[in-house]
T-cell receptor
Framework: AQSVTQLDSHVSVSEGTPVLLRCNYS??????LFWYVQHPNKGLQLLLK??????LVKGINGFEAEFKKSETSFHLTKPSAHMSDAAEYFC???????????FGAGTRLFVKA | DAGVTQSPTHLIKTRGQQVTLRCSPK?????VSWYQQALGQGPQFIFQ???????QRGNFPDRFSGHQFPNYSSELNVNALLLGDSALYLC?????????????FGAGSRLTVL
């Protein structure tokens, strides 16, 4: 079955330190991969997407993610966390020509001052 | 350029009632998808509409139905509400062509069933 696994339900970092949010997906022909962020009581905002171009994808607000086919991973990173990064992050996979999406369970990022 | 707009933002219903949620897609988008996000969980795909027809459906009962209008706006209807239907309902729009599968989300409609 198609699935997306976010390996950590919660991640806590100090402001100014690196962020790593992990995501693994079940293998499929040419998946499209996304990271979305959701701030409290808000809708989801696209951070970045991978669609079979460069394996290192740069997104908004200094985030980037690397697609590793051999590991079926698409981890999200940021060199230096900011207080405003505190939110829920979702890894998302799109299959079957882009007409069905699967969300991971989410990772809550806490940023300490 | 307006993004995705949803209404109402909040509503309270009682068990057994029916509810209709509305969504206007981002300008230029022709596809609308609906998601249910229970508290503390990720969004679950309900269904997707394109050309006024349901094209894909997730694992939701027939109590959940929808409609898409010629102007691409959409409605989500839930009949015979259960307590477990309490959730944030998210609408997302996109353009239905290869490589254009980025979803733009609305802020959601929070439904509370008492």
């Amino acid at each position: 079955a198609q699935s997306v696994t976010q390996l950590d339900s919660h991640v806590s970092v100090s402001e100014g330190t690196p962020v790593l949010l992990r995501c693994n997906y079940s293998s499929s022909y040419s998946p499209s991969l996304f990271w979305y962020v959701q701030h409290p009581n808000k809708g989801l905002q696209l951070l970045l997407k991978y669609t079979s171009a460069a394996t290192l994808v740069k997104g908004i607000n200094g985030f980037e993610a690397e697609f590793k086919k051999s590991e079926t991973s698409f981890h999200l990173t940021k060199p230096s966390a900011h207080m405003s990064d505190a939110a829920e992050y979702f890894c998302v996979v799109t299959y079957t020509g882009g007409f069905k999406t699967i969300f991971g369970a989410g990772t809550r990022l806490f940023v300490k001052a | 350029d307006a993004g995705v707009t949803q209404s109402p933002t909040h509503l309270i219903k009682t068990r057994g009632q029916q509810v209709t949620l509305r969504c206007s897609p981002k300008s230029g988008h022709d596809t609308v998808s609906w998601y249910q996000q229970a508290l503390g969980q990720g969004p679950q795909f309900i269904f997707q509409y394109y050309e006024e027809e349901e094209r894909q459906r997730g694992n939701f009962p027939d109590r959940f139905s929808g409609h898409q209008f010629p102007n691409y706006s959409s409605e989500l209807n839930v009949n015979a509400l259960l307590l477990g239907d309490s959730a944030l309902y998210l609408c997302a729009s996109s353009l239905r062509r290869p490589g254009a599968n980025v979803l733009t989300f609305g802020a959601g409609s929070r439904l509370t069933v008492l």
